[in-house]
């Protein structure tokens, strides 16, 4: 099977090739160093001096920062940072981009996140007019350049860097809010984790001709590219999405919805002590119900109780299982449970061409203190996740799986009027989560608040390295 | 005798016609003005909503109307003739989209409707069908006016844009949904009905709220 890996990935195009023209991170992750993060959240002063820096940052010359590829093996390089660029429609617009390629954006992006925050649920306290960072100011938000580094001051000089290319007359920060954020890991185990405690980057799809199935098994089929990179078939048959125009501008590129959610630890701790209070179910396995993994990231589905869970220490399979055989009705694993509800395996669902087509590329770093019930200094700072998901159409992807799956529970009846229990937009009035048992009434659980509060967000466009040069000769 | 009858027979018209409540000089007025504030106010669209109420996603109706380029029967012949012969796929790729109700293709008045009632997102419907049905949309196109780019599966955006062009207006089904200032109610309506020639008015759900899996599954017959 590691055969496949370095062969063709699309088409004729081969891994080598792809990865020096694509932006890192994107395929694959940049890696356990990189633990620290900022995302510079920019607006564009003078659109010949922001495409001067453009062209810096990829023509190899250190004077300037380089975008990483996604071919620079960072690790091994010893390179202590790397580099990212998204621009919105604004974005393009303002440096320059003409309008006879803007018409080719598919109208999700044009429109930006701003205007579909009713299909994302950013309703009531996630909707814009509470968002931070002046996230909300569409027409001013035209970059997202994100910084991965070793250590803050690795990532502090590289942003000192990008903001003085072009004597600094590029462009400048939208706002003084940062968007700082740096990975957590658990103090007993080590292991890296959110602020609500699980263990985080588990599941991830994995790419036909990229990876290496055998490296860690999945009953998952390998996705092809074209689920996350423009100008290769989609997951969905007879279905290509649109690469914006011309050609060397939209290939190789894909989207990305940002996303700054503010995570409520304390409420999400005081739901599962009121739960055992109300039934006398333990903690640890409400909380594993609710996501479908324990907090260790043992899914439910290969170990159901917290003794299995306890002994379960083969890393390399924490995917390798599927709903289709032995839990149809959620018994195991709740049908509304985080991971199967927003990645349904193999399991029949109501739209039956949409288990797979939905994939998303998620890489979130958390952000604010680790939640301590006992350290008042921190207890009520704000805490949660800097996302990025990426994926080749914002449209099909991240918004059906917020629209339909997240929060609408469409995809089985069983749960449909119901949202996610963890990141869905859930009202106390309204929100409800079944948790199926053998032989006895399900157990459902009522009242419980929103635990994942939309604090801001943008959708991007990440170009290939050959189209960011192709900006950065514009004249407009 | 002729021309006095003539005569009491046209100011009997007319009297007919000023209090015909359609042809009332108000009527006219209010015309007049719709036409003028159409184009102060620019394009207007129905404001989406932004509740999260399930109800909202669900049994939502759309109305395709598509001009044919030909109006002759022999044309709808052809048509009738090409949806014969797409039926299997469009039955069995409706199936499986999973969110539809029912869809139905008529011909009215030279115009070839698909009229239906899905669950979900209007674009993720869109979408859906044409991942399952997009051949027969493409043999679609050949019957109607200014088609869509074909085939629909590489033109996905397009496509989807140019339903929504051919999609009657939905008017809310709550005034506050036209607008929240009431005193420019009547005029926001006209101005939308001055915009959008089809237009969908009320809609009768007979199960409100309840998605096509949960009625197939109540009723024990599979979704």
């Excluded at chain 1, 809010?177 to 740096?182: P, S």
């Excluded at chain 1, 419980?448 to 991007?460: D, E, I, N, P």
């Excluded at chain 2, 932004?50 to 002759?72: G, K």
Aim: glycine letters at 10%; one cysteine or more; hydrophobic letters at 40%.
């Amino acid at each position: 099977m590691g055969g496949a890996v370095g062969g063709a990935v699309g088409g004729a195009v081969s891994l080598p090739w792809l990865m020096r023209e694509l932006q890192g991170n994107i395929l694959r992750a940049y890696g356990e160093r990189y633990r620290v993060v900022r995302h510079l959240v920019l607006t564009v002063d003078d659109a010949a001096a922001a495409r001067l820096a453009l062209g810096l940052m990829v023509d190899g010359d250190r004077s300037t920062p380089d975008v990483t590829s996604a071919e620079r093996p960072p690790r091994e390089a010893g390179y202590r940072w790397c580099l990212n660029v998204g621009f919105t429609f604004a974005g393009l617009a303002a440096v320059g981009v003409p309008a006879s390629s803007l018409d080719t954006f598919p109208p999700e992006f044009t429109k930006g996140m701003v205007a579909r925050a009713a299909r994302l649920g950013d309703v009531g306290d996630s909707a814009p007019g509470r968002w931070v960072g002046g996230l909300a100011d569409t027409q001013r938000v035209h970059l997202v350049v994100t910084v991965h580094g070793w250590t803050r001051a690795d990532v502090d000089q590289i942003c000192e860097e990008v903001m003085a290319a072009a004597r600094g007359r590029a462009f400048s920060p939208i706002s003084d809010d940062v968007f700082d954020g740096e990975v957590l890991y658990d103090p007993v185990t080590g292991r890296r984790i959110v602020h609500f405690g699980y263990a985080d980057g588990i599941s991830q799809p994995r790419f036909l001709g990229v990876h290496d199935p055998s490296a860690a098994p999945d009953q998952l089929p390998l996705a092809p590219v074209g689920v996350v990179l423009l100008g290769y078939p989609s997951a969905i048959p007879s279905v290509n999405w649109n690469v914006p125009q011309p050609d060397v501008l939209g290939r190789n590129g894909t989207f990305n919805a940002f996303r700054v959610l503010g995570q409520d630890v304390a409420g999400f701790d005081d739901f599962l002590a009121r739960v055992e209070g109300d039934h006398g179910v333990d903690r640890e396995l409400t909380a594993a119900k609710l996501c479908g993994r324990w907090r260790s990231g043992v899914p439910l589905s290969l170990a159901p109780t917290a003794a299995e869970a306890e002994a379960f220490h083969e890393d390399r399979h924490l995917n390798e299982f599927d709903y289709v055989d032995g839990d149809p009705d959620g018994v195991v694993c709740p049908i509304g449970a985080h991971i199967r509800r927003t990645n349904p395996r193999g399991a029949h669902i109501v739209q039956r061409s949409s288990n797979r087509s939905r994939a998303l590329i998620r890489r979130g770093i958390p952000y604010g203190p680790r939640w301590d019930p006992d350290d008042a200094a921190t207890r009520d700072a704000p805490r949660g996740l800097l996302g990025n998901f990426f994926c080749a159409s914002l449209a099909a992807q991240f918004e059906a799986m917020q629209y339909d799956w997240v929060n609408l529970g469409f995809q089985d009846p069983r749960i449909t009027g119901t949202n996610d229990p963890m990141i869905g937009a859930n009202d106390p009035a309204t929100s409800t989560f079944s948790w199926p048992r053998q032989g006895t009434e399900p157990l459902v659980l009522r009242g419980f608040k929103r635990f994942v509060v939309t604090r801001g967000g943008a959708y991007t466009f990440l170009p290939s390295l050959p189209a960011l040069r192709w900006i950065a000769g514009q004249t407009g | 005798m002729g021309q006095v009858s003539a005569v009491r027979e046209a100011w009997a018209g007319f009297r007919r016609y000023l209090r015909d409540p359609m042809r009332a000089p108000s009527v006219m007025l209010g015309s007049v003005l719709t036409a003028f504030w159409s184009r102060v106010e620019g394009p207007l669209d129905v404001p989406q909503r932004s509740s999260l109420a399930p109800s909202d996603n669900l049994q939502t109706p759309m109305n395709l109307v598509m001009p044919l380029r030909f109006p002759q029967v022999a044309f709808r012949g052809q048509l009738g003739k090409m949806l014969f012969q797409e039926t299997d796929q469009i039955l069995v790729g409706l199936n499986n989209v999973g969110t539809v109700h029912f869809a139905r293709f008529d011909v009215i008045e030279g115009n070839l409707c698909m009229f239906s009632i899905f669950d979900g997102d209007f674009n993720g419907y869109i979408r859906d069908f044409i991942g399952v049905i997009g051949q027969a949309f493409d043999r679609i196109m050949d019957f109607v006016e200014d088609p869509a780019p074909t085939p629909c599966g590489s033109h996905v955006d397009e496509f989807i844009e140019w339903v929504r062009l051919h999609d009657a207006l939905q008017l809310p089904e709550l005034a506050t949904d036209v607008t929240s200032d009431l005193v420019a109610l009547q005029r926001r309506t006209l101005v939308l009905l001055h915009q959008h020639p089809n237009v969908q008015m009320g809609i009768y759900r007979g199960y409100p709220g309840y998605s096509v899996a949960q009625i197939r599954d109540g009723l024990g017959i599979g979704w």
